[in-house]
């Protein structure tokens, strides 16, 4: 009469996934090899069998020069510099291509421990440096995209309340800033999966590129106006169409203008063009209910939208 473990399950994969799971998709390539998205708060990765790949979006990529690594006699700590990394502290590097500098060799991730300069910043490697001095070739430095929350938050910063309202330096008690923990939502094009950060941007990742490859943003290189916004809610794929639909997102390729209760979808066939013309099938709709959407679920014939008061198809 107690509850009570439900027998029968095993451990999917043994490989350890960083930070908290908050999205799970599966579906099957056209290779016909069955893939799972796992979305952290950190991290995104694709499992085929039973590993666990790596596919976290790189905000940037720098190859270095020789004599970027320093390192100081008998400490673990590994300076790196990189001119205008826009790096911070907590943010994950991956390290490939580094020769040995003074018994320490950088390779795969790394979180940045500290700033130094706006050219410069500290990782801690795994052992500690037989000398003082620089070197490590020029290895490659990829910056994943800036780590989610894990736990919503609230903010009490400039902005909390109105003009004249309290005393300066004086924390608020309440405040209508909230910072929602770092989601993802998953959806299929074909065989690409379509990842989407809440308050983020889109991206995707095509198997055939395999699993050392990282998911992509989808942007519009030849009219970058028509792109995708920039900040989004949720994502998913409209059927039988196939338009790319976006619930809660901004301006056209651009963060601003954010309105949680405008939904987007992209041209038929196409994940990259979310400007309507004559020509296309793009288009935009704001619903009325609410203050913001909570999620969508795609089924025959139509779309469910839930917002925070009401529910539409």
Not at 8 to 26: E, H, P
Not at 169 to 192: M, Y
Not at 252 to 257: D, E, F, R, V, Y
Not at 278 to 297: K, P
């Amino acid at each position: 009469g107690l509850p009570q473990i439900i027998g029968g399950w095993v451990k999917y994969t043994t490989d350890v996934l960083v930070g908290k799971a908050r999205a799970i998709f599966a579906w099957t390539d056209l290779t016909n090899q069955n893939n799972l998205a796992v979305g952290t708060h950190l991290r995104l990765y694709v499992a085929q069998g039973n590993s666990a790949y790596d596919i976290t979006p790189a905000r940037r990529t720098a190859v270095l020069g020789a004599g970027s690594l320093s390192t100081t006699s008998g400490l673990p700590i590994v300076s790196v510099a990189d001119v205008g990394h826009g790096a911070a502290v907590g943010d994950t590097i991956y390290v490939t291509g580094a020769t040995a500098v003074n018994g320490i060799t950088l390779s795969g991730y790394y979180d940045i421990t500290s700033i130094t300069s706006v050219n410069a910043y500290v990782v801690t490697a795994s052992n500690n440096a037989s000398g003082t001095g620089s070197g490590g070739g020029t290895p490659t430095i990829v910056y994943l995209i800036v780590p989610g929350q894990q736990d919503a938050s609230v903010g009490f910063g400039v902005g909390g309340g109105t003009v004249g309202t309290g005393t300066v330096g004086t924390s608020r008690a309440v405040s209508g800033f909230i910072f929602h923990p770092r989601n993802w939502s998953f959806s299929q094009w074909g065989q690409w999966l379509i990842a989407c950060l809440r308050d983020g941007v889109l991206y995707k990742w095509d198997p055939s590129t395999g699993t050392t490859a990282r998911a992509v943003a989808i942007t519009n290189g030849g009219t970058p106006a028509n792109g995708p916004p920039l900040s989004n809610s949720y994502a998913m794929v409209g059927m039988p169409e196939r338009h790319l639909v976006l619930l809660g997102c901004s301006d056209l390729n651009s963060t601003s203008n954010f309105d949680p209760l405008l939904i987007r979808w992209s041209d038929v066939e196409d994940t990259t063009v979310y400007n309507a013309t004559a020509t296309n099938s793009a288009g935009s709709f704001r619903i009325q209910g609410g203050s913001n959407i909570q999620g969508a679920l795609a089924t025959t014939g139509q779309i469910i939208i839930w917002t925070d008061t009401a529910l539409h198809s």
